[in-house]
């Protein structure tokens, strides 16, 4: 037993393999993670014994599947009031796309908002865009509220659709 040959403390994330106790001597063993559930032989002390499994997802889902886990969709989803009473109420300043992560359409309305209130004022032909903007971002926030959490996720998290 050489104290430096011991594995660095990281479980969970890099090593693909399981870190287990030996209940009968305490030795610390790793198995594969499909050996989880079955009944093996420690090879310190020989005792049979079976490998714990490891704790599911909350969810369940795989996330080497298609589908993204439920909580990922609630999180997102959480957003979407804040996202669609910031399009109602601040419409053209594109904060409900910085809530969404859009920040590329988020800063084409807020700059062409802002550049039409500034420079704009003075030049009088592009002001019409700011009522525009208000009202496409107010049209935004109600698509948004009226979105189940599933199609909110599907549309602005996966595909992240940048208008409307
Ligand atoms: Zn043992």
Redesign the pocket.
């Known amino acids: 037993m050489r104290p430096d040959s011991q594995p660095p403390p990281i479980e969970m994330a890099a090593s693909p393999k399981m870190n287990i106790t030996?209940p009968?001597?305490?030795?610390r063993l790793s198995v594969m993670p499909s050996q989880a559930g079955n009944a093996i032989h420690?090879p310190?002390?020989?005792?049979k014994f079976q490998v714990p499994i490891p704790m599911a997802s909350p969810s369940g889902a795989n996330s080497f599947g298609g589908f993204s886990s439920q909580s990922e969709v609630q999180a997102f989803a959480s957003k979407k009031v804040t996202a669609g009473l910031c399009g109602i109420l601040l419409g053209g300043l594109g904060v409900h796309k910085f809530v969404l992560g859009l920040n590329g359409p988020a800063t084409i309305m807020l700059a062409t908002t802002l550049g039409c209130l500034t420079v704009g004022a003075c030049l009088i032909v592009p002001l019409f865009l700011v009522p525009v903007l208000h009202t496409i971002g107010f049209i935004e926030g109600i698509i948004y509220l009226t979105k189940s959490d599933e199609e909110f996720y599907q549309t602005y998290a996966i595909e992240q659709k940048e208008w409307f």
């Open positions: 030996c009968h001597c305490q030795a420690c310190s002390c020989n005792g």
